[in-house]
């Protein structure tokens, strides 16, 4: 990760209580920042630079981080990024919060209330994005687990009451490959365990990272999300196994009765020939 401060783009100096909304958009399953030169820039991983006297944050699993905007002005900013989201969704998911910008004071989250913030230095914007961008991460593979959920559970209790497996192997399929494809989120694009790189050359802001992860509880729903992937993916492969077993049971049963078929065709014939 490389931060890049000059003059022209430090953070300048807030007055006590200046408040900023910070709202993350997930807007598809990739977004290219390949090739976006721009001037302004305060880091390169993430993409992040000035716009507008504000901030925008740009994460490849998707996601825009928007700190200092007006509704207008987001508007413009994620039409301009529309050709770059690979996956682009329907309706994008948000999830925003207040900063709140208090130099006499340290780093904090008041219950119910803002963000409070010493300044919005480089190091500390991208500390607060990566937060942000997690949490609407997480709040997408959540609501996709809880989809594939509804189609394994109907099967399992099924199953566990009559005895009855599902016979559309193809849709088990897909479910499995739904949670699949979250996990692969989750561990390879997201990393959402993962500490963002800017703390290694600031670790000073370690303790804001730390409450800004209890705030929205990252691990807790990591881990928990982890958890019902693993019972999918047991559920899922538990009833592929059945069907693959009937199957295999049909098949053994028709070999049988071509067999038996064979036979009295052969007896047939001998004793149609020896009356004949």
């Known amino acids: 990760m490389t931060v890049l401060q000059t003059p022209s783009i430090a953070p300048a100096a807030a007055p006590t209580g200046t408040r900023l909304t910070a709202r993350a958009l997930l807007l598809g399953e990739r977004l290219d920042t390949a090739n976006l030169e721009r001037s302004d820039v305060i880091s390169t991983a993430p993409l992040a630079f000035r716009a507008h006297g504000g901030y925008v944050v740009l994460f490849r699993y998707g996601i825009v981080v928007l700190i200092g905007l007006t509704p207008v002005q987001e508007d413009e900013l994620v039409r301009g990024l529309q050709p770059r ?87 088990m399929l897909r479910t499995i490959g739904q949670a699949l494809l979250v996990h692969h989120r989750l561990s390879g694009r997201i990393e959402v365990e993962e500490k963002p790189d800017v703390l290694w050359d600031h670790p000073q802001l370690e303790r804001l990272h730390a409450r800004l992860v209890d705030e929205y509880e990252i691990k807790e ?25 009937e199957r295999s049971v049909r098949l053994e049963a028709t070999i049988i009765l071509l067999i038996v078929v064979e036979v009295f065709v052969a007896f047939y014939e001998l004793l149609f020939r020896h009356a004949s």
């Open 221 to 245: 729903r990591s881990i928990n999300l982890a958890r019902k992937l693993r019972v999918i993916d047991e559920t899922g492969r538990a009833l592929t196994d059945i069907i693959d077993t």
């Open 85 to 171: 989201v690979i996956g682009p969704l329907s309706r994008a998911d948000s999830e925003s919060t207040v900063i709140e910008i208090n130099p006499d004071q340290e780093d904090q989250i008041t219950p119910g209330g803002p963000l409070s913030v010493r300044d919005l230095s480089a190091p500390r914007l991208l500390v607060i994005a990566d937060v942000l961008a997690k949490n609407v991460a997480l709040a997408r593979d959540e609501r996709e687990v809880s989809r594939v959920f509804e189609v394994t559970e109907p099967f399992a209790a099924e199953l566990a009451k009559r005895g009855r497996f599902p016979s559309n192997r193809r849709q």
